[in-house]
């Protein structure tokens, strides 16, 4: 496969761009190699500036859910943008949206727009302080909440790719109000909750992990930790930048019937547009500004043409509920057959898979936490992705990222993905 101008514009890019990218996963640091320089998009695939063609499995990392280019979100946009891109004051359609998504995601009484899912992870968090009045937090290992400087401790997505420890910038007097603990290990959080009693204003967690690879809730953790927040005055923050409206129409929180008292959205509420949002109890969020004293705020926040794209987008979720059966039903034959043909080869792995998220992990025992997840083999993952890359199949460039799927991918796809797994060796 021909590859050379994604080749000089990496070269290029790197005079201008530190490492080459606008975001690091995207470098290929970890697989190695060249990234691929993408020129458009449309449904299943992505094609590239060399005019290769790919089965896209990243999906703008969750968004692209009904794939790319969808029409009626490229049309939406049309229309608005002829209106203008951008106010900063308020309009009908924020209102519409925040109706919207309240029909469809329980226990959000109030909802507000930002740009990103850091920002909305970022105001979660601070939200959380201000209604407790405590500084301290709980993440997980290997769970990845954007790159607010609270979040960069033992985090997944890039910090794992890149192996990095602790990030210079982040001040000690930050880091140490983030506690950590492993996932799917309630004891670890008890032991916290007791070690700092009384000081810790929330627990953020994605409900399904997807930042070290994809790894599920075990039965019985999340109500776990719903139940230590109700007994101890903490807020639990479900992060479904990932899981929102991908998983169901109501995210995780529907999913697994657990209420969260804050949810953070990412890209899918605008369409693959940059947006971001973070809702939940009234009680809670009646604390945000210019309602209640804890400062947020955006130009960019409720930008019309994100919110159409959302809104579009969003809408078609909700009228169409059955694309969430065909996702898990694709989905399950996408990794049936690639872990039918690893078997075959004798090569050890473990699918994780949970509706229209999966990852594979190359080892032979359960991947449950982000220690599970560092012990597989990472150069075999990485031999995979390029041997994919080459048949045309582009996967997330790391082990520590999971893969999304898309309604526009179909038994062809899936049966040409299957095919160049066959070819691997
Ligand atoms: N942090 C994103 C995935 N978890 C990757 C962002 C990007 O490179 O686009």
Redesign the pocket.
């Given at each position: 496969m021909n590859r050379s101008r994604s080749e000089s514009l990496f070269e290029r890019a790197q005079q201008h761009i530190p490492g080459g990218v606008n975001?690091?996963?995207?470098a290929f640091k970890s697989v190695g190699g060249t990234p691929v320089f993408i020129k458009r998009a449309k449904g299943a695939y992505l094609y590239d500036e060399d005019s290769n063609r790919y089965i896209d499995y990243i999906n703008s990392?969750g968004p692209m859910v009904l794939g790319h280019a969808y029409e009626p979100v490229v049309e939406a946009i049309r229309q608005h943008a002829a209106d203008s891109t951008s106010f900063g004051a308020p309009t009908e359609l924020e209102i519409e949206m925040a109706e919207l998504i309240k029909s469809m995601v329980p226990n959000v009484d109030l909802i507000r727009m930002v740009s990103s899912g850091t920002e909305a992870c970022m105001s979660a968090l601070r939200l959380a302080r201000g209604y407790t009045g405590r500084n301290k937090f709980i993440k997980f290992e290997g769970c990845?909440h954007g790159h607010a400087d609270s979040f960069l401790v033992k985090a997944g997505?890039?910090m794992a790719t890149l192996n990095i420890q602790s990030v210079p910038g982040v001040s000690t007097g930050v880091s140490q109000d983030t506690l950590t603990a492993p996932y799917n290990n309630l004891s670890a959080v008890k032991e916290l909750i007791a070690q700092y009693p009384d000081q810790i204003a929330a627990i953020i967690i994605e409900p399904v992990a997807?930042?070290m690879g994809c790894i599920l809730p075990q039965a019985g953790y999340l109500e776990g930790l719903r139940s230590l927040c109700d007994q101890h005055g903490i807020v639990l923050i479900f992060d479904e930048v990932m899981t929102g409206f991908r998983l169901a129409p109501g995210g995780a929180q529907e999913l697994y019937n657990i209420k969260a008292d804050l949810v953070t959205f990412g890209k899918i509420i605008g369409g693959g547009l940059p947006v971001g949002a973070f809702g939940g109890r009234k009680e809670i969020m009646q604390h945000v500004a210019p309602l209640g004293n804890v400062y947020q705020a955006g130009t960019l926040s409720g930008n019309p043409i994100a919110m159409i794209a959302g809104y579009t987008l969003l809408q078609e979720l909700r009228n169409n509920p059955s694309v969430y059966q065909k996702l898990e039903q694709t989905t399950g034959q996408l990794a049936g057959g690639i872990s039918r043909e690893l078997n075959k080869r004798g090569i050890d792995h473990t699918v994780n898979i949970l509706g229209s998220m999966m990852s594979v992990h190359f080892g032979k025992h359960a991947v449950v936490d982000f220690e599970s997840a560092k012990q597989c083999d990472i150069g075999l993952f990485n031999r995979f992705f390029h041997h994919l890359l080459q048949q045309g199949v582009y996967l997330p460039p790391s082990a520590y990222?999971s893969w999304f799927v898309s309604s526009a991918i179909t038994d062809v796809e899936v049966a040409a993905t299957i095919e160049a797994v066959k070819k691997f060796n």
């Amino acid at each position: 496969m021909n590859r050379s101008r994604s080749e000089s514009l990496f070269e290029r890019a790197q005079q201008h761009i530190p490492g080459g990218v606008n975001s690091p996963v995207r470098a290929f640091k970890s697989v190695g190699g060249t990234p691929v320089f993408i020129k458009r998009a449309k449904g299943a695939y992505l094609y590239d500036e060399d005019s290769n063609r790919y089965i896209d499995y990243i999906n703008s990392w969750g968004p692209m859910v009904l794939g790319h280019a969808y029409e009626p979100v490229v049309e939406a946009i049309r229309q608005h943008a002829a209106d203008s891109t951008s106010f900063g004051a308020p309009t009908e359609l924020e209102i519409e949206m925040a109706e919207l998504i309240k029909s469809m995601v329980p226990n959000v009484d109030l909802i507000r727009m930002v740009s990103s899912g850091t920002e909305a992870c970022m105001s979660a968090l601070r939200l959380a302080r201000g209604y407790t009045g405590r500084n301290k937090f709980i993440k997980f290992e290997g769970c990845y909440h954007g790159h607010a400087d609270s979040f960069l401790v033992k985090a997944g997505s890039g910090m794992a790719t890149l192996n990095i420890q602790s990030v210079p910038g982040v001040s000690t007097g930050v880091s140490q109000d983030t506690l950590t603990a492993p996932y799917n290990n309630l004891s670890a959080v008890k032991e916290l909750i007791a070690q700092y009693p009384d000081q810790i204003a929330a627990i953020i967690i994605e409900p399904v992990a997807g930042n070290m690879g994809c790894i599920l809730p075990q039965a019985g953790y999340l109500e776990g930790l719903r139940s230590l927040c109700d007994q101890h005055g903490i807020v639990l923050i479900f992060d479904e930048v990932m899981t929102g409206f991908r998983l169901a129409p109501g995210g995780a929180q529907e999913l697994y019937n657990i209420k969260a008292d804050l949810v953070t959205f990412g890209k899918i509420i605008g369409g693959g547009l940059p947006v971001g949002a973070f809702g939940g109890r009234k009680e809670i969020m009646q604390h945000v500004a210019p309602l209640g004293n804890v400062y947020q705020a955006g130009t960019l926040s409720g930008n019309p043409i994100a919110m159409i794209a959302g809104y579009t987008l969003l809408q078609e979720l909700r009228n169409n509920p059955s694309v969430y059966q065909k996702l898990e039903q694709t989905t399950g034959q996408l990794a049936g057959g690639i872990s039918r043909e690893l078997n075959k080869r004798g090569i050890d792995h473990t699918v994780n898979i949970l509706g229209s998220m999966m990852s594979v992990h190359f080892g032979k025992h359960a991947v449950v936490d982000f220690e599970s997840a560092k012990q597989c083999d990472i150069g075999l993952f990485n031999r995979f992705f390029h041997h994919l890359l080459q048949q045309g199949v582009y996967l997330p460039p790391s082990a520590y990222e999971s893969w999304f799927v898309s309604s526009a991918i179909t038994d062809v796809e899936v049966a040409a993905t299957i095919e160049a797994v066959k070819k691997f060796n």
